[in-house]
């Protein structure tokens, strides 16, 4: 066996990683057939083109949860409650510098948001917490409505923000509230648009002055309880006793927390690490592109020590500290804790201390959005007329994916000239591949299509919305996406992996179903079966790809590329004249480079028609092209929607190669 070329060994691993170098395809030309003098071998050779990066398609949306307890008098002024109280008692200590008038978190919020405001792909949550989470912009919506809106003509919602401070400061229920949007903007975008998720970008924002108030713990005895010095165990009530907040049954009114249930625990560590726990297991899940936490810690020690008692409630008390070190006490462990947050949501930890918070800045923040050029993410050329069969190729002249000489009416009821022979919307080989589920390719299906039924009236069999071989009735039965060609992103279309029987919900990419020693994906772009071991076909007819890459000066790479060795098979025909004709169909994805791996890629493709008839017309028989290639470029390819049906390959012009 000759070495294989280094860029058909690349492509195993193509979703992973597009590095493609150039290369001759001189040395992979298949020698001429033993039939006659006709060669049964055909190259596709062109050039295809990626789109020009649109950074508008992807997605950057921020969530910022802002605190608005009564503390922020203290760390960052000016503010107030709403009426005479904590905010005026330490104006009138002199704690509060006069000549401020807007608090630094609003300054830092309404700069950031004017670099948004021109850029269209990002979008904002603003969510103010205190005792609860209240004032959220933009307002709540029903469902299914958007969490999220551009921020412009914010101004004088911000600068509202000062005068609506509160008493507590519910971390736990502020990082629920920002899961809960989140994880609503991601089952939105799963309904409506899922190729965003793989280029979108959360970020949220956890702004604050201090820790969480109140804690509260389930166990009131326990012989040790947290202490700056272990701020990892459980923490004692902030609020503690029979009739104290935390125990008591009776609490409502303004100040109780929304969802607590006394005596039980709240904004203990491990409650608040779950809640940023699930929100980064969302992007694994749905294969959202990144998802951030950053944390910013505002403290104002000289402000808190200045308080003095006022500010031992709101910013704790230490049993085995002395007094005069309860601010610095508070201080080291709200960054212990908001470390903690960073590290587990992969953000970054800022602290603007003392006089620093007047200089807040959120912008070295990364809101970046995904975009980069787009890349190759998949070629593979399907044969519509042959299938493998474990030694050699077997004419399929319908392109079902059953070779005739199974898919003739004396074996399955079926046709070997009509795809789907019963006209149910699953075409005979998915019927015959699934007889065991009650599918029978000879007869219609209540699963899928027939005009005549009430379950059904009026309907297309032929239905196939994102034309990635599967009927709308298919895709409802796999329970694949009807808007994605590839729902698993692993660089197949679902209909070829639904046609070899592999689970094109689950990505192959690496898999080796057959275990021959050849990836799945290799041996699909190779023209052999990755479910039946076949490395005697595999070495002896794969089909070999090359390629070399361009830049474009618009942002677009354009690839050269040749796919060589594709076997012409001669299939029936009851026109005369008509035999021979073989119809290839190119499927192409490209995606961003900063996801090839993930993403689930923007899809075209082309179609080729070929004749090889070596006993038809003359002793030397028919072949066309007469040469071994055929030329297929970027203007061939079309939105795959446009090759569904048989008859969509025969219109004039539809596909390269002189159809039947």
Same mark, same amino acid.
């Given at each position: 066996?000759?070495?294989?070329?280094?860029?058909?060994?690349?492509?195993?691993?193509?979703?992973?990683?597009?590095?493609?170098?150039?290369?001759?395809?001189?040395?992979?030309?298949?020698?001429?057939?033993?039939?006659?003098?006709?060669?049964?071998?055909?190259?596709?050779?062109?050039?295809?083109?990626?789109?020009?990066?649109?950074?508008?398609?992807?997605?950057?949306?921020?969530?910022?949860?802002?605190?608005?307890?009564?503390?922020?008098?203290?760390?960052?002024?000016?503010?107030?409650?709403?009426?005479?109280?904590?905010?005026?008692?330490?104006?009138?200590?002199?704690?509060?510098?006069?000549?401020?008038?807007?608090?630094?978190?609003?300054?830092?919020?309404?700069?950031?948001?004017?670099?948004?405001?021109?850029?269209?792909?990002?979008?904002?949550?603003?969510?103010?917490?205190?005792?609860?989470?209240?004032?959220?912009?933009?307002?709540?919506?029903?469902?299914?409505?958007?969490?999220?809106?551009?921020?412009?003509?914010?101004?004088?919602?911000?600068?509202?923000?000062?005068?609506?401070?509160?008493?507590?400061?519910?971390?736990?229920?502020?990082?629920?509230?920002?899961?809960?949007?989140?994880?609503?903007?991601?089952?939105?975008?799963?309904?409506?648009?899922?190729?965003?998720?793989?280029?979108?970008?959360?970020?949220?924002?956890?702004?604050?002055?201090?820790?969480?108030?109140?804690?509260?713990?389930?166990?009131?005895?326990?012989?040790?309880?947290?202490?700056?010095?272990?701020?990892?165990?459980?923490?004692?009530?902030?609020?503690?006793?029979?009739?104290?907040?935390?125990?008591?049954?009776?609490?409502?009114?303004?100040?109780?927390?929304?969802?607590?249930?006394?005596?039980?625990?709240?904004?203990?560590?491990?409650?608040?690490?779950?809640?940023?726990?699930?929100?980064?297991?969302?992007?694994?899940?749905?294969?959202?592109?990144?998802?951030?936490?950053?944390?910013?810690?505002?403290?104002?020690?000289?402000?808190?020590?200045?308080?003095?008692?006022?500010?031992?409630?709101?910013?704790?008390?230490?049993?085995?500290?002395?007094?005069?070190?309860?601010?610095?006490?508070?201080?080291?462990?709200?960054?212990?804790?908001?470390?903690?947050?960073?590290?587990?949501?992969?953000?970054?930890?800022?602290?603007?201390?003392?006089?620093?918070?007047?200089?807040?800045?959120?912008?070295?923040?990364?809101?970046?959005?995904?975009?980069?050029?787009?890349?190759?993410?998949?070629?593979?050329?399907?044969?519509?007329?042959?299938?493998?069969?474990?030694?050699?190729?077997?004419?399929?002249?319908d392109g079902d994916g059953l070779p005739d000489d199974v898919d003739q009416g004396y074996v399955n009821g079926t046709s070997q000239f009509d795809p789907d022979s019963d006209q149910d919307g699953f075409d005979d080989n998915f019927e015959v591949m699934h007889r065991g589920e009650g599918f029978d390719p000879a007869k219609k299906d209540l699963r899928g299509c027939d005009p005549a039924s009430p379950l059904s009236p009026g309907c297309q069999y032929?239905? !196939?919305? @994102?034309? +990635? $071989?599967?009927?709308?009735?298919? &895709?409802?039965?796999?329970? %694949?996406? /009807?808007?994605?060609? =590839?729902?698993?992103?692993?660089?197949?279309?679902?209909?070829?992996?639904?046609?070899?029987?592999?689970?094109?919900?689950?990505?192959?990419?690496?898999? !080796?179903? @057959?275990? +021959? $020693?050849?990836?799945?994906?290799? &041996?699909?772009?190779?023209? %052999?079966? /990755?479910?039946?071991? =076949?490395?005697?076909?595999?070495?002896?007819?794969?089909?070999?790809?090359?390629?070399?890459?361009?830049?474009?000066?618009?942002?677009?790479?354009?690839? !050269?590329?040749?796919?060589? $060795?594709?076997?012409?098979?001669?299939?029936?025909?009851?026109?005369?004249?008509?035999?021979?004709?073989?119809?290839?169909?190119?499927?192409?994805?490209?995606?961003?480079?900063?996801a090839v791996s993930t993403d689930y890629g923007v899809w075209k493709v082309a179609c080729a028609w070929a004749q090889y008839a070596p006993s038809l017309g003359n002793a030397s028989g028919v072949r066309v092209p007469a040469g071994p290639d055929l030329q297929i470029n970027d203007a061939n390819f079309m939105p795959p929607y446009r090759l569904t049906r048989p008859s969509d390959y025969l219109g004039a012009g539809t596909c390269v190669g002189t159809?039947?």
């Amino acid at each position: 066996m000759s070495p294989r070329p280094s860029a058909l060994l690349a492509l195993a691993a193509f979703a992973a990683a597009v590095v493609l170098s150039a290369c001759t395809d001189a040395a992979l030309e298949k020698p001429a057939a033993a039939t006659g003098t006709l060669d049964n071998h055909l190259t596709l050779r062109g050039q295809i083109c990626t789109q020009p990066p649109d950074p508008n398609g992807f997605p950057v949306r921020v969530v910022f949860l802002v605190d608005q307890s009564g503390s922020m008098c203290i760390s960052d002024p000016p503010g107030s409650q709403g009426a005479p109280g904590l905010c005026e008692q330490l104006v009138a200590m002199g704690i509060v510098p006069p000549n401020l008038t807007t608090p630094a978190r609003v300054r830092a919020l309404q700069a950031l948001l004017d670099q948004f405001a021109p850029l269209p792909n990002v979008e904002v949550a603003i969510v103010p917490f205190e005792t609860n989470v209240k004032n959220v912009w933009p307002p709540s919506v029903g469902t299914g409505g958007s969490r999220f809106a551009r921020p412009v003509g914010l101004d004088a919602y911000l600068n509202a923000l000062q005068s609506q401070l509160g008493k507590g400061t519910d971390y736990q229920g502020a990082l629920n509230y920002a899961y809960t949007i989140i994880s609503s903007d991601i089952a939105n975008t799963l309904a409506n648009n899922p190729e965003l998720l793989p280029r979108t970008r959360y970020v949220v924002v956890f702004l604050t002055d201090g820790t969480p108030y109140p804690r509260c713990s389930a166990i009131d005895n326990l012989p040790v309880y947290a202490d700056p010095n272990n701020p990892q165990l459980t923490w004692a009530d902030q609020l503690p006793g029979p009739t104290g907040f935390c125990n008591d049954t009776a609490t409502a009114g303004p100040d109780a927390i929304t969802g607590f249930v006394a005596g039980t625990d709240r904004n203990q560590n491990y409650q608040l690490f779950s809640y940023i726990d699930q929100l980064m297991n969302l992007k694994s899940q749905y294969n959202v592109g990144d998802i951030r936490l950053h944390t910013v810690l505002l403290f104002n020690q000289a402000a808190v020590e200045a308080c003095g008692p006022i500010c031992q409630d709101i910013y704790g008390t230490y049993p085995g500290v002395p007094q005069s070190q309860y601010p610095a006490a508070a201080h080291k462990v709200a960054t212990w804790l908001l470390q903690q947050f960073a590290a587990r949501g992969n953000g970054v930890f800022q602290e603007f201390l003392d006089s620093n918070i007047q200089s807040l800045g959120l912008g070295a923040l990364d809101y970046s959005s995904l975009a980069s050029k787009n890349v190759l993410k998949s070629l593979i050329v399907q044969s519509l007329r042959s299938v493998p069969a474990v030694t050699e190729r077997k004419v399929d002249s319908d392109g079902d994916g059953l070779p005739d000489d199974v898919d003739q009416g004396y074996v399955n009821g079926t046709s070997q000239f009509d795809p789907d022979s019963d006209q149910d919307g699953f075409d005979d080989n998915f019927e015959v591949m699934h007889r065991g589920e009650g599918f029978d390719p000879a007869k219609k299906d209540l699963r899928g299509c027939d005009p005549a039924s009430p379950l059904s009236p009026g309907c297309q069999y032929y239905a !196939d919305s @994102d034309g +990635d $071989g599967l009927t709308q009735y298919a &895709e409802a039965y796999l329970k %694949t996406r /009807p808007g994605l060609v =590839d729902t698993d992103g692993d660089g197949i279309p679902d209909g070829i992996e639904a046609r070899y029987g592999l689970d094109p919900l689950t990505s192959n990419n690496g898999l !080796d179903t @057959d275990s +021959d $020693g050849i990836s799945d994906l290799e &041996e699909i772009r190779a023209g %052999t079966d /990755p479910t039946r071991p =076949d490395r005697t076909l595999y070495d002896l007819s794969a089909v070999q790809y090359t390629f070399s890459s361009t830049d474009q000066a618009d942002g677009s790479v354009c690839y !050269d590329y040749a796919v060589s $060795g594709l076997e012409l098979v001669t299939p029936p025909n009851s026109v005369a004249l008509q035999e021979g004709y073989n119809l290839f169909k190119v499927w192409f994805a490209e995606a961003p480079q900063s996801a090839v791996s993930t993403d689930y890629g923007v899809w075209k493709v082309a179609c080729a028609w070929a004749q090889y008839a070596p006993s038809l017309g003359n002793a030397s028989g028919v072949r066309v092209p007469a040469g071994p290639d055929l030329q297929i470029n970027d203007a061939n390819f079309m939105p795959p929607y446009r090759l569904t049906r048989p008859s969509d390959y025969l219109g004039a012009g539809t596909c390269v190669g002189t159809s039947p």
